[in-house]
């Protein structure tokens, strides 16, 4: 087997591998003879059938099969050794010619390669980047509290109604002239709350009511745009919801008020576990602690974003295989045709020029990226997703569990593994460049990245 590559511009490759009838013979007849154990043909017994049936029946698609399986192997083998930075799959070349299996080898098989372009990038001391650190301020500690006074709060049973209350009664559609229509719709025990109702003059009706009393409206006015309230409400299907127009009587049998927590011994030990904090001072720092290290995470993906943006400019402008790349895209994107790929491709390339970055900045810092990473990476996701429910003290048991079912997919695993690659980078790199501290309000932050 006869390998050669030309690669003139130093992004265009053109593989040409050659292939001899001793590269392969061995291995076709080979699979010929097995075919040949286990072949029930009509007139012979098992593993009886002559082999030169079996040549005429299978040979030129065991031949073809074992040249591919040959080709893609030496392909891939020979840019490992030689290693030759290939960019996506190789695409049979259009000057290839065309090859007629049935005569004897050698076969020319003819690829192009799209190579990465060559560049350096080297980081140190005299490269600044912004580093933004976000001010935990009383405000912020505010409204971490009220949050937690809100999920931890309680309903009430109160006499009468007010804004965001939730009434509990029974429903009863009425005919024409005001009375309970007979075999029309009854529903007991129905909730409603009538701050969501969209139509104010609806809405008014139930203003300062009080437990007993009994309301009329109509819910097609009540939810004119929504079907599916007025199904959930009366318990009827969407499509019977649709007809309905009568008015109905409400009866209130019970009103319930949502009640915040206090800020007390009780929401602390509720959010931080028993004992854990003692006093409203201690419930503060610890909130303010929190927020500092749930901040370190936006602060270092702000980074990391600051550091691409940084070393693209160093880089400069990349010459890429354009044509050959579209080919490959192209040919990953067949659903969605030429327009898509000219529209993203710009944005593409750009990311893979940082995807080459950052490669070679893992690389020359010798960052690896072990099974505990994956594992951390998996943790750490697991706890930031109970901490948006307000779940701050989560055994170690249930997050080890809950990461370990993210690692039993690959679409998790994939992911997880990128942030592992990113947490590294970016620990390194804020130890090689030089950081530009500047500290910003969380509302400035968020302004900022907005931006971005």
């Known amino acids: ?42 007139g012979f017994r ?6 030169n049936i079996i040549r005429r029946q299978m040979g030129t698609s065991v031949k073809v099969d074992e040249i591919n399986k040959l080709v893609g192997q030496e392909i891939y083998k020979y840019v490992q050794e030689n290693n030759i930075k290939m960019l996506g799959d190789p695409l049979p070349s259009e000057k290839q010619q065309a090859v007629d299996v ?27 980047v912004d580093y933004y650190t976000i001010k935990v301020d009383d405000k912020l500690i505010d409204q971490q509290i009220e949050m937690y ?3 931890g709060g309680h309903y009430d049973k109160v006499e009468s109604y007010e804004d965001n209350d939730m009434l509990k009664g029974d429903l009863r559609e ?11 719709i009854t529903v007991e025990g129905a909730i409603m709350l009538p701050n969501y109702i969209k139509v104010d003059d609806q809405k008014k009706l139930f203003e300062g009511c009080k437990l007993g009393d009994i309301i009329t409206f109509n819910p097609k006015k009540a939810y004119p745009e929504s079907t599916g309230e007025i199904s959930s409400l009366l318990k009827i299907s969407r499509e019977e919801a649709e007809n309905i127009t009568s008015d109905f009587s409400y009866q209130i ?19 931080f576990g028993e004992g854990a904090v003692k006093s409203e001072t201690e419930f503060r720092d610890r909130i303010a602690e929190n927020l500092k290290a749930q901040f370190v995470v936006d602060s270092d993906f702000r980074f990391i974003q600051d550091l691409r943006a940084h070393c693209e400019k160093k880089v400069g402008t990349l010459t890429y295989p354009d044509a050959l790349l579209k080919r490959i895209m192209l040919l990953n994107n067949k659903d969605k045709g030429e327009e898509f790929v000219e529209k993203n491709y710009e944005m593409s390339v750009k990311e893979l020029t940082w995807h080459l970055i950052k490669e070679q900045l893992v690389r020359d810092n010798n960052i690896k990226v072990e099974d505990a990473d994956i594992k951390d990476a998996a943790k750490e ?6 901490a948006q429910y307000g779940m701050n003290n989560v055994p170690d048991e249930y997050l080890e569990n809950y990461a370990n079912d993210m690692l039993k997919k690959k679409e998790y695993v994939d992911n997880l593994v990128d942030r592992s690659i990113d947490r590294k980078l970016t620990e390194v790199m804020k130890g090689v460049v030089k950081l530009n501290p500047k500290e910003v309000t969380l509302e400035e932050f968020n302004k900022m990245m907005e931006q971005k």
């Open 174 to 184: 009425l005919d024409a002239d005001g009375n309970t229509k007979e075999d029309g």
């Open 253 to 271: 049998t019970e009103i319930s008020r949502y009640v915040k927590a206090d800020v007390n011994q009780e929401l602390f030990d509720q959010v």
């Open 381 to 386: 996701a697991a706890r930031a997703q109970f």
């Open 149 to 151: 006074a809100s999920r």
């Open 46 to 51: 098992p593993g009886q059938v002559p082999m």
């Open 1 to 42: 087997m006869k390998v050669t590559f030309e690669n003139p511009d130093k992004v265009n490759g053109l593989m040409t591998i050659t292939v001899e009838e001793a590269d392969f013979k061995e291995n076709v007849e080979k699979t010929l003879k097995n075919y040949r154990k286990k072949a029930n043909i009509p």
């Open 102 to 128: 049935e005569k004897d080898a050698p076969y020319s098989f003819v690829f192009d390669i799209a190579v990465a372009p060559e560049f350096e990038i080297k980081l140190n001391g005299h490269d600044k």
